[in-house]
């Protein structure tokens, strides 16, 4: 069998994509993967090498709850805070109450 339907066409493709999350903190499919990962549960967000998450994800914690974020912008407009691990500077500056 080659995959073809009974009819002799092909499947469709399934959509290809990204799921980000919108500054309103819903679900938005994206054609462009985005820069900045978040954790639901904790509203922290952080690069998407952030050595912290990457130790959770690899010990199977985490992923559940994973969100991803097109920008910085739109995670602290969804309520997220910066990683104090891979963003030590701007963490220091939303401790402090300091703008974004």
Do not use: K, Q
Not at 54 to 81: K, M, P, Q, S, W
């Amino acid at each position: 069998m080659d995959g073809r339907r009974l009819d002799g066409t092909a499947p469709a493709a399934a959509p290809r994509g990204y799921t980000l999350t919108g500054g309103d903190g819903r679900p938005r499919r994206s054609d462009v993967a985005g820069r900045f990962g978040g954790y639901r549960r904790g509203r922290i967000y952080g690069r998407l090498d952030c050595p912290s998450a990457l130790r959770h994800i690899a010990r199977g914690n985490y992923v559940r709850h994973r969100v991803f974020f097109a920008d910085e912008a739109t995670a602290v407009a969804a309520g997220y805070r910066p990683c104090a691990v891979c963003l030590p500077e701007r963490h220091r500056a939303w401790r402090a109450g300091e703008p974004s």
